[in-house]
């Protein structure tokens, strides 16, 4: 699982310039979300990277296309 947190931190921090104050906000958060998923049965490291990613994005906005800045026009 540690191993799955770190894949899923060096990514996000390849994605976004933040502090590291909210680097350590976002890996609490992911880390809590991945032992969710872990004890729900999941235990494929690269799945769960994955599903972290994702929930941080989601978390930030960047997969939100209106949080992100689109606006369709």
Do not use: Q, W
């Not at 992911?30 to 990277?49: C, F």
């Not at 994005?57 to 209106?66: M, S």
């Amino acid at each position: 699982m540690n191993a799955a947190i770190d894949r899923i931190m060096m990514t996000y921090d390849l994605l976004l310039n933040r502090t590291a104050a909210a680097s350590a906000e976002a890996r609490s958060k992911v880390t809590d979300y991945v032992n969710m998923l872990v004890e729900a049965g999941e235990k494929d490291p690269h799945r769960l990277a994955v599903c972290g990613l994702t929930y941080l994005r989601e978390l930030d906005g960047t997969v939100d296309p209106v949080k992100a800045g689109f606006t369709g026009m």
